[in-house]
């Protein structure tokens, strides 16, 4: 019996060493595999490093972001294609002012911006970018009819609006509203009003900043232009002068106003349409027809961490509490004492702090625009008006809410490194 069993255990640690001795060798075998494929995509990403972009498609998908529906991996392959109108627009000027519109599905709002930007005298010298937040054949069907310049489409890969049943879209196992995640077992969590996330409501600033990422360090049509580059909405009515305005105050901005820090088409406060005076004004940053140029756009990108982790849906109120507060002084922007852009959207998702919802009104808008308004109408012999201590969102807002869940605050910072490796993109 004595004999039997210790027969027995023998031959069961046998077993085991045999069961030890195979099971470290796969051990060894799959981390020697590991490491080789490790050093293989680190030896293959190298010189997208060292030009600080890479063409954003060839490279092995970045672990940090979602897995991509197939509406959004054939749209990703889309923003590869060359700007349309080329036929007609083969050059653009040498000192252009790239101007890119970013839209969601406001097509009656849409009509009219595209309208009005097909009489803004010098369009035809630049190129039109158009990012879009979703897939919507009627705002595809606007874009594909503008015949007046260059025009890109590019679509928001990780839009919530590509993915019918997953993050970053719903997915079906989601906190809502104010559910408690420890009660009911659910994936989120609550911002700081308890609230959890909208993907409708995320979409906005995720969007925003996926578009500031791509034009400045991803597309080739745009990631070495040095100059500024102009961010217009699908609900800002734009003047024929707007263009020539423009470059006149990106001329002027390093003499009149070296502290500024961008040029707008507009006054920061949305109501005005200026003073009318003979003088540049420098004031706060604002949300309508701004353009900045690549310095700027470096020193936004080293702040990803404090865009990406502030409790706030709106991209615009981010930059103003988090952002441009860190940059340590005032940020001024340089415009004319006449509006060139105005912000007709009135009952905006953008705008929408309380009421959480979009709503249509009839797109009928009167906008007039005075013969003034049609030709440049900025002096280059004018002083600056300085306004400071403007009223606003600053630093020590603690935000709205609605941008707290960890998936929302990962998926903003991968696209801070879509174009970047992580040493170079965090601060
Ligand atoms: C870009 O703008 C900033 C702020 O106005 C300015 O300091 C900088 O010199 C500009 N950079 C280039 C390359 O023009």
């Known amino acids: 019996m ?10 069961a640690a046998c077993r085991r060493f045999l069961f030890l001795f195979v099971f470290t060798l796969f051990g060894v075998g799959l981390s020697v595999f590991v490491l080789r494929t490790n050093s293989v995509s680190s030896i293959a990403k190298e010189p997208a490093d060292e030009s600080g ?7 092995p998908q970045n672990p940090n972001l979602p897995k991509q529906s197939e509406l959004s991996a054939r749209l990703d392959k889309q923003n590869q294609l060359p700007p349309r109108n080329r036929d007609m627009f083969p050059h653009l000027a040498k000192d252009h002012i790239t101007i890119v519109l970013y839209v969601h599905n406001r097509p009656q709002y849409l009509r009219v911006v595209v309208k009005s930007l097909s009489q803004v005298v010098g369009i035809s010298e630049t190129l039109l970018i158009v990012s879009h937040d979703g897939y919507f054949k009627e705002m595809n069907a606007i ?20 993915f019918p049943d997953s993050f970053p879209g719903v997915s079906p196992r989601d906190c809502k509203d104010k559910d408690d995640a420890g009660k009911i077992k659910c994936q989120g969590n609550p911002d700081q009003y308890g609230n959890h996330r909208s993907p409708k409501i995320v979409s906005l600033k995720h969007h ?64 005005s349409r200026g003073e009318g005076w003979e003088s540049l004004i ?39 509490a988090t952002v441009y507060p860190s940059f340590g002084g005032p940020v001024y922007t340089l415009r004319g004492p006449r509006t060139s852009a105005v912000h007709f959207g009135k009952c905006g998702l953008h705008q929408g702090r309380g009421e959480r919802s979009a709503c249509i009104d009839n797109g009928e808008f009167n906008i007039d625009v005075d013969d003034i308004d049609k030709v440049r109408n900025i002096k280059p012999q004018w002083n600056v008006h300085v306004y400071e201590n403007q009223p606003g969102y600053k630093a020590g807002f603690k935000g709205w809410g609605g941008w707290a869940d960890q998936r929302d605050l990962q998926l903003c910072l991968a696209f801070a490194h879509l174009y970047h490796t992580a040493e170079s993109a965090s601060s």
Not at 224 to 240: A, R, T, V, Y
Request: with cysteine; aromatic share 16%; net charge positive.
């Open 2 to 11: 004595a004999g039997y069993k210790k027969l027995r255990s023998q031959s």
């Open 53 to 59: 972009h890479d063409g954003g498609s060839s490279w």
């Open 208 to 271: 925003w900043w996926w578009m500031m990422n791509t034009v400045w360090d991803g597309l080739k049509e745009t990631r070495d232009n040095s100059g500024h580059i102009l961010f217009i909405e699908e609900d800002h009515f734009i003047f024929p002068n707007a263009y020539r305005n423009l470059q006149a105050l990106a001329r002027l901005k390093p003499q009149k106003c070296p502290d500024c820090y961008a040029a707008n088409l507009a006054p920061s406060d949305v109501k």
């Open 282 to 320: 420098a004031e706060r940053m604002g949300n309508v027809g701004y353009s900045f140029n690549r310095t700027v756009w470096r020193k936004i990108h080293k702040k990803a961490r404090e865009f990406c982790f502030f409790d706030d849906y709106n991209w615009d109120i981010t930059m103003w």
């Open 143 to 162: 874009v594909e009819g503008i015949k007046f310049c260059q025009v890109k489409q590019i679509y928001a890969p990780y839009s919530p609006h590509l």
